[in-house]
């Protein structure tokens, strides 16, 4: 069969069933991702009526009409679980009507590509929100190959993805063994300041043997990041140099995810940071193993605690004196450097897999091209 051309409205329909009688609850409440997936809702719930929320049924989809402020993406997420989730009724729910031309997993792939988030945004329209309304969802021409040349490519797809998932399932067990391993130390051992062991580095990029390259910023998820600021006419020679194993923090903690931004430079190069962050490094690395310490700061507590901790009216700060206040087991360095190993391979396989899950958003477009092309050879 050859391919066809159909307006996409003639392939889906609405789905506007409430939770008028209050079958769900807040458990069963999502939102949606940039990255295409349903979320638990970020959204403070309290006295908030659930019986006008869109039941999102399994195969059906949801998306947000605003693309404005929205990463140059549409949030539109395929309900592949068994559950029925409940979302704002300032969502779009719809579902295949036409399943004899049009396979959903099919659709999700094409919605997966970078090339309809362009058009997404492209064909938004409004001043104070851009909106990517149901009418122009309904007016994307779509070409579509034979239902069974779209379930092959689907197949493929489901394939690498569980072999994804099933790579996934490896790291959440050796993040599991580190903090019951770091749990039990903090029974066996007695918890010390870690000030003794900590000491503030002041070295300057005074003759500017770093440039632009090397600045870099701290993300809250505790990595080092390439900088966003404006670096226009910015004086380098003030910054502080961050050396292999030292690391570096950024004070304040308002407006910043319940998180403190803080990295370990893990790398065989030297970056350079603003000289409003705090650096610092372990005085004897075979006292305090730097890995080892960077294992609490990527703790959950470790956030909590610095949040608590911080002070301040416009401003909350968790300063040096509070950080070198912080307690934590100190064993052996030989204890120190095989756990910090089993954790090293933790974070080498979430860095894989998150490449892997780049790689299969990457591979939707090439899915599409190959089902067409196999589609006109047919």
Same mark, same amino acid.
């Not at 579902?95 to 036409?98: F, K």
């Not at 034979?146 to 040349?149: A, E, T």
């Not at 030292?246 to 910043?256: G, I, K, L, M, Q």
């Given at each position: 069969?050859?391919?066809?051309?159909?307006r996409?409205?003639?392939?889906?329909?609405?789905?506007?069933?409430?939770?008028?009688?209050?079958?769900?609850?807040?458990?069963?409440?999502r939102?949606?991702?940039?990255?295409?997936?349903?979320?638990?809702?970020?959204?403070?719930?309290?006295?908030?009526s659930?019986?006008?929320?869109?039941l999102?049924?399994?195969?059906c989809?949801?998306?947000?009409?605003?693309?404005?402020?929205?990463?140059?993406?549409?949030?539109?997420?395929h309900?592949?679980?068994?559950?029925?989730?409940?979302?704002?009724?300032?969502y779009?729910?719809f579902?295949?009507?036409?399943t #004899?031309?049009?396979?959903? &997993?099919?659709?999700?792939?094409?919605?997966? !590509? %970078?090339?309809?988030?362009? @058009?997404?945004? =492209?064909?938004?329209?409004?001043?104070a929100?851009?909106?990517?309304?149901?009418?122009?969802?309904?007016?994307?021409?779509?070409?579509?190959p034979?239902?069974?040349?779209q379930?092959?490519?689907?197949?493929?797809?489901d394939?690498?993805?569980?072999?994804?998932?099933?790579?996934?399932?490896?790291?959440?067990?050796l993040?599991?063994?580190?903090?019951?391993?770091?749990?039990?130390?903090?029974?066996?051992?007695?918890?010390?300041?870690?000030?003794?062991?900590i000491?503030?580095?002041?070295?300057?990029?005074?003759?500017?043997?770093f440039?632009?390259?090397?600045?870099?910023?701290?993300?809250?998820?505790?990595?080092?990041?390439?900088?966003?600021? #404006?670096?226009?006419?910015? &004086?380098l020679?003030?910054?502080?140099?961050? !050396? %292999?194993n030292?690391?570096? @923090?950024?004070? =304040?903690?308002?407006?910043?995810g319940?998180?403190?931004?803080?990295?370990?430079?893990?790398?065989?190069?030297?970056?350079?940071?603003?000289?409003?962050?705090?650096?610092?490094?372990?005085?004897?690395?075979?006292?305090?193993?730097?890995?080892?310490?960077?294992?609490?700061?990527?703790?959950?507590?470790?956030?909590?605690?610095?949040?608590?901790?911080?002070?301040?009216?416009?401003?909350?700060?968790?300063?040096?004196?509070?950080?070198?206040?912080?307690?934590?087991?100190?064993?052996?360095?030989?204890?120190?450097?095989?756990?910090?190993?089993?954790?090293?391979?933790?974070i080498?396989?979430?860095?894989?897999?998150?490449?892997?899950?780049?790689?299969?958003?990457?591979?939707?477009?090439?899915?599409i091209?190959?089902?067409?092309e196999?589609?006109r050879?047919?």
């Open positions: 069969m050859a391919l066809t051309k159909y996409l409205g003639e392939l889906l329909q609405l789905e506007n069933e409430r939770n008028s009688d209050r079958t769900y609850s807040l458990e069963n409440v939102g949606i991702s940039i990255q295409k997936k349903f979320i638990e809702t970020k959204a403070n719930m309290d006295g908030v659930l019986e006008p929320y869109i999102v049924a399994p195969d989809f949801a998306y947000v009409t605003v693309t404005s402020r929205n990463g140059e993406k549409i949030t539109i997420a309900n592949t679980t068994q559950e029925t989730y409940i979302v704002s009724s300032s779009v729910v579902s295949v009507s036409r #004899d031309i049009l396979n959903s &997993d099919y659709l999700f792939m094409y919605f997966n !590509r %970078p090339e309809f988030d362009r @058009y997404a945004r =492209v064909n938004s329209w409004g001043s929100r851009e909106i990517f309304s149901w009418e122009d969802m309904c007016d994307i021409d779509i070409v579509l034979d239902l069974s040349i379930q092959k490519y689907v197949a493929i797809y394939a690498i993805l569980t072999n994804q998932k099933n790579y996934e399932c490896g790291p959440k067990s993040k599991l063994v580190c903090d019951s391993y770091i749990e039990d130390l903090r029974r066996r051992l007695p918890s010390i300041s870690i000030g003794p062991y000491k503030l580095t002041d070295n300057r990029n005074g003759d500017l043997a440039n632009l390259d090397a600045v870099r910023g701290v993300s809250i998820d505790k990595k080092f990041i390439k900088t966003k600021a #404006d670096m226009g006419g910015v &004086d020679s003030p910054y502080f140099i961050v !050396r %292999p030292e690391f570096a @923090y950024v004070p =304040v903690t308002s407006r910043n319940e998180k403190i931004s803080i990295a370990m430079n893990d790398s065989d190069d030297s970056y350079i940071c603003s000289s409003s962050y705090v650096v610092f490094k372990s005085i004897d690395e075979n006292t305090l193993y730097p890995p080892y310490l960077m294992m609490f700061f990527l703790r959950s507590e470790f956030n909590r605690y610095a949040r608590f901790n911080s002070w301040g009216s416009a401003r909350e700060i968790f300063s040096w004196n509070d950080l070198i206040d912080i307690k934590i087991p100190i064993p052996g360095i030989r204890i120190q450097r095989a756990i910090s190993e089993i954790f090293e391979v933790y080498q396989r979430k860095r894989i897999c998150e490449q892997l899950k780049t790689q299969i958003k990457n591979i939707c477009p090439i899915l091209k190959g089902s067409l196999d589609g050879a047919s």
